[in-house]
């Protein structure tokens, strides 16, 4: 047993997700390592223990659940934008979405950490993930200080908080606005909104330009 399962075991949880990165070796191959810290992946709950490079792709590609279809189309453009060093028009980012070729290989370099890592019959809310913040707090360090992303994309008010407040692994960052983006111990910190949060919530051109200008600074 790894120190993962033993933390979340001496909980007293049976039932939780392993998460991660997407592909382990794709993910420690690439220059351009985009982790997305959520809150929680919900609606397994009766599945035991689950791992998300078991499941991630069926969510992108057959699912086509929107949290999954929306970050892997950042992380897209994001990458295109990087490799031209010039933020993509609109047009050729809205087109993203559709291109499942290519966001099937983006989606084997990224990483997802969930804050919470059991499962309920629906989403929790932000003083349940808060309180997860702080019971896995170690857990959520060793596991991002392990991973070494070189883009970190908080999703929601709550998991930006757990990221600068509770983890630790950071320090307090000060100066990022909503939907904008930082440069924290050599890593781009950016603080978004949930993937699937409504009414254009996660913009995906404005954050893409956001985590674009802050790779310049770095």
């Given at each position: 047993m790894n120190?993962?399962?033993?933390h979340?075991q001496?909980?007293?949880l049976?039932e939780?997700i392993i998460d ?7 993910w ?7 982790l997305?810290l ?5 609606g397994?709950q009766g599945c035991?223990?689950?791992?998300i490079e078991d ?6 590609e057959?699912?086509?659940i929107?949290t999954?279809?929306k970050?892997v189309t950042?992380?897209a453009?994001?990458e295109?934008?990087?490799?031209r ?7 050729e980012i809205?087109?993203l979405?559709g291109?499942?070729?290519?966001l099937?290989g983006?989606?084997g370099?990224?990483a997802v950490v ?5 499962s ?6 932000d003083?349940?993930?808060r309180e997860e913040?702080h019971k896995?707090a170690?857990l959520?360090h ?11 994309i908080a999703?929601?008010n ?7 407040e509770?983890i ?6 000060s100066?990022c606005a909503?939907?904008?983006?930082v440069?924290?111990k050599n890593?781009v910190l950016?603080y ?9 919530g996660f ?16």
């Amino acid at each position: 047993m790894n120190a993962y399962e033993r933390h979340l075991q001496e909980r007293g949880l049976t039932e939780y997700i392993i998460d991660g990165s997407i592909n382990p070796i794709k993910w420690a191959e690439s220059k351009v390592r985009i982790l997305f810290l959520l809150k929680e992946t919900y609606g397994y709950q009766g599945c035991g223990i689950i791992k998300i490079e078991d499941c991630a792709y069926s969510w992108l590609e057959e699912a086509r659940i929107k949290t999954y279809v929306k970050m892997v189309t950042l992380a897209a453009a994001i990458e295109l934008g990087l490799k031209r060093g010039v933020p993509l028009p609109p047009v050729e980012i809205n087109s993203l979405s559709g291109n499942h070729e290519l966001l099937h290989g983006v989606l084997g370099r990224m990483a997802v950490v969930d804050i919470k890592k059991h499962s309920g019959e629906s989403t929790s809310n932000d003083r349940e993930i808060r309180e997860e913040s702080h019971k896995n707090a170690s857990l959520l360090h060793a596991q991002i200080e392990e991973l070494s992303p070189t883009i970190l994309i908080a999703g929601g008010n709550v998991c930006w908080h757990s990221l600068t407040e509770d983890i630790g692994l950071f320090g307090p960052v000060s100066g990022c606005a909503k939907f904008d983006a930082v440069v924290c111990k050599n890593t781009v910190l950016c603080y978004s909104n949930h993937p699937a949060a409504r009414r254009g919530g996660f913009d995906i051109h404005v954050l893409h330009r956001a985590v674009l200008s802050a790779s310049n600074r770095n």
